[in-house]
């Protein structure tokens, strides 16, 4: 690992257009499973398909249920040292902005200011009504009435449908959500890729923006991704333990 962090080092000191993109692996070690891994979500909990959320009353009273189970892991985490590694490359100027298919909000929490984390996939802490597109209200206040007994909770404002801010399978991204992540991926040298299987659309093509535009990728996921190939340098190692020796690198020069 030393010599690929050493040459991870030199091309963020040389190149200075350091974006780091993240999946479901840079929060495992903060214990918030990925999807795919066994014991993961999915293992317990169909995925949810956007148009039965909206068709169906029994398919949002389902999804608030596995809410009600899903969202504390997410009130409980805590940055581990890779956010912390991650925040402190920001503060100090040598990491632009971060990427992430995350909904945790464990890149704010380890010191990348909200306005440079584009969160492509939303964040589970906030809920907006479907219907009026004005209603917003933090998830935690929504799930007290879901406890209460409001199986399916509606907008305070217009009656209609609330979900949390996260893209659910068959739903669309936010188109400027999505637009900012291909215009840092591309103007990004190197993409720092960390914890993403890089198997689902969009995930799977911002990388190739860095790419076509003759920036370098390197990789921090345990296993292989299909992007590899095209990969300056891969690591096989835990994020946590990459990033964190990667900052101690990079800022004892600074
Ligand atoms: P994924 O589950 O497809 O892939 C995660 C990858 O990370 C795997 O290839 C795994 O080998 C690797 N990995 C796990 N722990 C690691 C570690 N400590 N160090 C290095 N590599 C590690 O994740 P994905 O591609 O991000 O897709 C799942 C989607 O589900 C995401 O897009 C996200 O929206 C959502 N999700 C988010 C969270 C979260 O916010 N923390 C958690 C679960 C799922
Ligand atoms: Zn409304």
Not at 76 to 81: E, I, L, R, S, V
Not at 107 to 126: K, N
Not at 188 to 206: F, M, N, Q
Request: hydrophobic share 40%; glycine share 10%.
């Amino acid at each position: 690992m030393q010599e690929s962090l050493e040459k991870l080092k030199e091309l963020i000191e040389s190149q200075g257009k350091l974006v780091v993109f993240t999946g479901a692996g840079m929060s495992t070690e903060s214990g918030i499973p990925d999807f795919r891994s066994p014991g993961g979500v999915w293992s317990k909990h169909q995925p949810i398909m956007y148009q039965d959320f909206l068709a169906s009353k029994q398919a949002r009273q389902d999804y608030w249920a596995f809410y009600l189970d899903w969202f504390p892991g997410f009130v409980q985490a805590q940055p581990h040292q890779g956010h912390v590694a991650l925040g402190r490359l920001y503060q100090a100027g040598l990491l632009g902005a971060v990427v992430t298919q995350n909904v945790d909000g464990l890149h704010q929490a380890g010191g990348v200011a909200d306005a440079d984390v584009v969160e492509i996939h939303g964040s589970v802490f906030t809920t907006a009504c479907l219907d009026c597109q004005q209603h917003q209200e933090p998830t935690n206040g929504v799930l007290d009435r879901v406890q209460a007994g409001e199986a399916d909770p509606a907008c305070p404002s217009c009656g209609g449908c609330l979900k949390p801010s996260t893209i659910s399978f068959g739903q669309g991204l936010v188109p400027q959500d999505l637009q900012r992540a291909a215009e840092l991926c591309a103007a990004a040298d190197p993409l720092l890729v960390v914890g993403s299987s890089l198997v689902v659309t969009p995930a799977a093509e911002l990388p190739l923006a860095t790419l076509a535009r003759g920036g370098s990728l390197a990789i921090i996921n345990h296993e292989p991704t299909p992007l590899d190939e095209r990969a300056s340098l891969l690591f096989r190692d835990p994020a946590g333990e990459v990033l964190a020796a990667l900052a101690g690198n990079l800022l004892k020069d600074v």
